[in-house]
């Protein structure tokens, strides 16, 4: 029946006040910080306070505000609510801000002990890193935080470092249990040249319990919820659905989809590509539709000029909330 179709808006988003997280992702050049930045700029209308983080190396936030943008959150010109953050790609990318810095900073052996472990234990220095950025944003008073990710590959590994931590961590435990006395009588052999067990330990157990609560609240749909973005396209069709499906296995809520890029041709249009170009989009755009017909999938039109600096956005983001074409229905009747 055609009042269980979902709507065609993101107002879900919007009414959901017990949402803390919303990322947003997809392929590259679908217009992601768009996305996120007119849903920063909807959500600032109605929370007390809301935050854009940038995890994408790229950081292009800047470039749609016009404004420069920092590891620091900032506060968006023309807005008393609305801050955003570029964190260093090579936070997240390298995780060189992790491991090696989570003991004391004059303890070089507990640097470069923690170092070891990275590098013995693949991609649990990464993860660490975001561990760290997520109680870094978690200990911030936002009412919600918005997420504009890297491309999806990158993304979906963001996602899945709760789950690579608990494994590491495991695995630490179950060496400590093994090794722990061996441990202290070695660094006691070296005159305690190397840092304490309960010292390495308690850094990472904390480490653990943000992980353990980031994870809890990522898979509870009261709590967060993914918004994909896609164009018309073959490619990126592809690469939604390859990432609808990693989420469904992460246990993240994903139930919005918007769609870019869309060429809307005027009636009466004798542009013989503008039609070409419409009825492959249309034949994409249907099997989105077929796809996810339990999903809210927004349509957002492909405009001449580029939607960048705080008006435009804030212009734009309204096809978020009333279709693109309805305004003008609306205003005819």
């Not at 943000?210 to 898979?219: A, H, T």
């Not at 993240?252 to 918007?258: A, G, K, Q, R, T």
């Not at 077929?290 to 804030?314: C, I, Q, T």
Request: glycine share 6%.
């Amino acid at each position: 029946m055609a009042d269980e179709v979902p709507e065609a808006s993101l107002q879900n988003i919007v009414d959901q006040t017990s949402l803390k997280w919303i990322f947003v992702g997809g392929k590259g050049g679908v217009g992601k910080t768009t996305t996120s930045s007119c849903l920063g700029v909807l959500l600032a209308a109605h929370r007390e306070k809301v935050l854009i983080v940038s995890t994408d190396p790229a950081h292009n936030l800047s470039d749609a505000f016009c404004q420069k943008f920092t590891r620091e959150p900032t506060l968006v010109n023309g807005f008393s609510n609305l801050y955003v953050m570029e964190i260093d790609s090579t936070s997240i990318a390298d995780g060189s801000e992790s491991l090696t810095n989570l003991g004391n900073e004059d303890s070089a052996s507990m640097k470069s002990f923690m170092s070891e472990l990275a590098t013995s234990v693949p991609g649990i220095d990464e993860a660490m890193s975001f561990a760290e950025l997520m109680k870094q944003v978690q200990n911030m008073d936002y009412s919600i935080i918005v997420f504009d990710t890297a491309p999806t590959g990158h993304t979906l590994r963001l996602l899945g470092f709760p789950t690579t931590l608990e494994t590491a961590f495991q695995k630490i435990m179950d060496l400590k249990n093994k090794f722990g006395g061996m441990f202290s009588q070695f660094s006691s052999l070296l005159g305690g040249a190397l840092p304490s067990e309960d010292s390495i330990m308690g850094k990472i157990e904390q480490t653990r319990e943000v992980i353990q609560m980031v994870n809890q609240q990522f898979q509870d749909n009261d709590r967060t919820t993914f918004v994909c973005v896609c164009i018309p396209e073959f490619l990126s069709l592809y690469e939604t659905e390859r990432l609808v499906q990693e989420l469904t296995k992460y246990g993240i809520d994903v139930h919005n989809i918007v769609v870019n890029q869309v060429l809307f041709v005027e009636n009466g249009s004798e542009c013989g590509k503008c039609q070409a170009r419409q009825r492959m989009q249309q034949k994409y755009i249907d099997q989105i539709y077929d796809l996810y017909e339990d999903f809210h999938v927004v349509e957002m039109p492909l405009l001449n000029e580029e939607v960048r600096g705080s008006s435009a956005l804030k212009s734009f983001s309204q096809h978020f909330i009333t279709p693109y074409g309805d305004e003008d229905a609306e205003m005819s009747t």
